[in-house]
């Protein structure tokens, strides 16, 4: 199985603020990177698929970058409602696995 | 629009079976791939389970053997029949459509596994 390993567990950041978080795969899987976000008592979203694609909706300060088994998923500027929780996911090989999550907050 | 909406959850005891629904609207399951995720109180994601369009399955290793995926054309909906239920499949179950990447997700039904 593929391990998916976030960074940071999580992180406190102002509003406007430029905010990074990085997935680490176990092994290389192409491009099949995929970003959610979760508010607490809600389903997941999704957010950015096949590592840079912005999935209907989403806002563009969300983009996602990254190669081999580095990604990372960046907010240009952070807005007061993107406090929640953030889960890369890899959509190579069954199972899909995903990260622990990354807690961010807004101070 | 676009909706998917679990049932059958509930508290059920160790050793007990369940049968989790995802009833779907605005598409064909038939048409698409479907995915079962689940999520243990204050944790993380865990992928478990997907029928493909084909109608091909996968299991996550934590539910392989206990667990049967499957869908009812005529109805709309996925299932998800789970079996030997232990107090580690304490979750809330989503269902969310496609494999790859999971784009549309249903709001998850909760099963609590306690005698």
């Known amino acids: 199985d593929i391990q998916m390993t976030q960074s940071p567990s999580s992180l406190s950041a102002s509003v406007g603020d430029r905010v990074t978080i990085t997935c680490r795969a176990s092994q290389t899987m192409n491009r099949y990177l995929n970003w959610y976000q979760q508010k607490p008592g809600e389903p997941p979203k999704l957010l950015i698929y096949s590592t840079s694609a912005l999935h209907i909706g989403v806002p563009s300060r969300f983009s996602g970058s990254g190669s081999g088994t580095d990604f990372t998923l960046t907010i240009s500027s952070l807005q007061p409602e993107d406090s929640a929780t953030y889960y890369c996911?890899?959509?190579?090989?069954?199972?899909?696995?995903f990260g622990q999550g990354t807690k961010l907050e807004i101070k | 629009e676009v909706q998917l909406v679990e049932s059958g959850g509930g508290v059920i005891q160790p050793g007990g079976s369940l049968r989790l629904s995802c009833a779907s609207s605005?598409?064909?399951?038939?048409?698409?791939?479907m995915t079962w995720v689940r999520q243990a109180p204050g944790k993380g994601l865990e992928w478990v389970s997907v029928?493909?369009?084909?109608?091909?399955?996968n299991y996550a290793d934590s539910v392989k053997g206990r667990s049967s995926i499957s869908r009812d054309n005529s109805k709309n909906t996925v299932y998800l029949q789970m079996d030997n239920l232990r107090a580690d499949d304490t979750a809330v179950y989503y269902c969310?459509?496609?494999?790859?990447?999971?784009?549309?997700w249903g709001q998850g039904t909760l099963v609590t596994v306690s005698s």
């Open positions: 969310a459509r496609d494999k790859r990447w999971l784009t549309i």
């Open positions: 605005g598409f064909s399951v038939s048409d698409a791939s």
């Open positions: 996911q890899q959509g190579y090989s069954t199972p899909y696995t």
């Open positions: 029928i493909y369009n084909t109608g091909g399955t």
